[in-house]
């Protein structure tokens, strides 16, 4: 259980005015902190005042501490002035995710990686709430852990999307069961390199124990355990609230996806092929006839198969979620199919990865809106493939210069500023057959307040417009 006297918590955002909750709901002294002004607080305010704390807001400098503990939310970078100033005034400083977690005795699996994560998260939970067992999921989708602290603390298992955000500030975190899909370059803007990126995902297993289960691709495991070992390294420290032996590190288990044509080639402890999931020769699930049976999804198919394996659950139940899965929101979203054409909304797409990711998922001829504000500074590794699979590039928001000089040259790119002008470029040029393909690859903060209301604009666009023939 949390012992602070006195709390300090970055942030009235949700994950901030969860942690708030809970610290109060113990009997700590808990100050927010955040540096809007009262005017967009009000509603923060009185929540936080009805539980006993306060809150100061509009400033640039953090209140006078000592404090015991300060919580940061995710939005505050490592490199903050604020993060930095907390070090100076708290004896312990962590992330709202490693604070729900400390206080809860559910399992725990955690999810991290480039892309997928939050299908991964959805899909397990679904499926062991079918095996009859509890199960939330939270962190970087669904709930802010403390929250579920709060509200659901006898529970199974904890099911965790985390981030490299939340990961900047976690020390003890140790899941049971720890997994990372992919990785590729991402919020570049916010770290200082790909390496320190990487680095921070390898925090989710730097703490686990020799009991725990760390998965990871088959072809870089290597590079996850000396990740891991360096981390352990500079950042050991004891498991907050309670013990954990890490001095061995956890058991490995690889993963990997066979093409078409690696079929001789050796396996990880568990692989993918044409829509079944092997652990060495054995048939573990066979999910042809559902998404996760397609080789777009073949990642996380064969990964969450592992841990659910692993969980000693009849997997039967990850099948039979698979058959009953509903797409998540803004990603790979089927909005409409007119006149032979298909409007896909994959706003969910924040990074090179994700959009390369969607660009494949389709065989027939693809229009490729993209853009936003750029979490990296070059997209030319995306050449080959749009060579290979994009008709033509509508480019929007504040990245579009980069990516047109990155793409001019191997594929018709027009610059359309908004996404407005942009479907009105696609309905001049649209053939019966094509993929319209709304698959940003930026963040949305240049032009929305984030992913889902690009998303929606996007679908609301194409709604509101009426019917054309095609040529």
């Given at each position: 259980m949390i012992s602070a006297r006195k709390s300090l918590i970055l942030g009235a955002g949700k994950s901030g005015m969860a942690a708030a909750r809970l610290l109060c709901h113990v009997g700590s002294d808990v100050i927010v902190a955040d540096q809007r002004p009262l005017p967009s607080l009000e509603k923060q305010r009185e929540q936080i005042e009805e539980w006993g704390g306060t809150i100061h807001f509009g400033h640039q400098q953090l209140p006078w501490g000592p404090f015991d503990l300060c919580v940061v939310s995710p939005g505050f970078s490592f490199q903050s002035d604020w993060v930095q100033?907390?070090?100076?005034?708290?004896?312990?400083?962590?992330?709202?995710?490693?604070?729900?977690?400390?206080?809860?005795?559910?399992?725990?699996?955690?999810?991290?990686?480039?892309?997928?994560?939050?299908?991964?998260?959805?899909?397990?939970t679904d499926a062991i709430q079918l095996a009859g067992q509890s199960s939330i999921a939270a962190g970087n989708y669904g709930r802010p852990v403390t929250d579920v602290c709060m509200d659901t603390p006898e529970l199974d298992w904890l099911v965790l999307e985390v981030s490299s955000f939340q990961l900047e500030t976690v020390h003890a975190f140790a899941p049971d069961i720890g997994m990372v899909l992919n990785l590729h370059p991402n919020h570049l803007d916010r770290h200082a390199s790909f390496k320190e990126y990487a680095d921070l995902k390898a925090r989710l297993f730097s703490q686990m124990g020799e009991l725990a289960i760390?998965?990871?691709?088959?072809?870089?495991?290597?590079?996850?355990?000396?990740?891991?070992?360096?981390?352990?390294?500079?950042?050991?420290?004891?498991?907050?609230?309670?013990?954990?032996?890490?001095?061995s590190g956890p058991r490995w288990?690889?993963?990997?996806?066979?093409?078409?044509?690696?079929?001789?080639?050796?396996?990880?402890?568990?692989?993918?092929?044409?829509?079944?999931?092997?652990?060495?020769?054995?048939?573990?699930?066979?999910?042809?006839?559902?998404?996760?049976?397609?080789?777009?999804?073949?990642?996380?198919?064969?990964?969450?198969?592992?841990?659910?394996?692993?969980?000693?659950?009849?997997?039967?139940?990850?099948?039979?979620?698979?058959?009953?899965?509903?797409?998540?929101?803004?990603?790979?979203?089927?909005?409409?199919?007119?006149?032979?054409?298909?409007?896909?909304?994959?706003?969910?797409?924040?990074?090179?990865?994700?959009?390369?990711?969607?660009?494949?998922?389709?065989?027939?001829?693809?229009?490729?809106?993209?853009?936003?504000?750029?979490?990296?500074?070059?997209?030319?590794?995306?050449?080959?493939?749009?060579?290979?699979?994009?008709?033509?590039?509508?480019?929007i928001g504040k990245s579009k210069e980069q990516m047109l000089a990155d793409w001019e040259t191997v594929v018709d790119c027009v610059s359309c500023d908004t996404l407005a002008t942009a479907i009105a470029q696609v309905d001049a040029d649209v053939k019966a057959g094509d993929v319209v393909l709304f698959s940003p690859g930026c963040a949305s903060f240049d032009q929305y307040r984030n992913y889902e209301e690009r998303g929606e604009h996007f679908k609301r666009l194409l709604n509101e417009r009426p019917g054309k023939e095609q040529k």
């Open positions: 100033a907390a070090y100076a005034l708290s004896a312990q400083v962590l992330s709202e995710l490693e604070l729900g977690w400390s206080c809860m005795k559910a399992r725990t699996l955690a999810i991290t990686g480039s892309n997928g994560k939050s299908t991964a998260v959805k899909w397990v760390a998965i990871c691709p088959a072809n870089e495991t290597d590079l996850w355990r000396e990740r891991s070992a360096r981390q352990r390294a500079a950042w050991g420290a004891q498991r907050f609230g309670r013990s954990a032996d890490t001095t288990l690889k993963f990997d996806v066979e093409s078409d044509t690696d079929s001789d080639t050796s396996h990880g402890d568990y692989h993918f092929s044409a829509g079944t999931v092997y652990k060495g020769a054995k048939t573990v699930a066979d999910f042809r006839g559902t998404p996760f049976g397609e080789a777009r999804l073949a990642t996380t198919t064969v990964a969450v198969t592992a841990a659910f394996d692993q969980m000693s659950l009849p997997v039967a139940h990850l099948v039979t979620a698979a058959q009953q899965f509903v797409p998540l929101p803004h990603r790979l979203e089927i909005v409409c199919e007119r006149n032979g054409v298909m409007y896909i909304n994959d706003s969910k797409s924040t990074n090179s990865g994700s959009m390369a990711h969607a660009v494949k998922s389709y065989s027939r001829p693809v229009r490729l809106i993209a853009g936003g504000l750029p979490k990296e500074s070059t997209y030319r590794n995306l050449k080959q493939l749009l060579t290979e699979r994009v008709e033509k590039v509508y480019l």
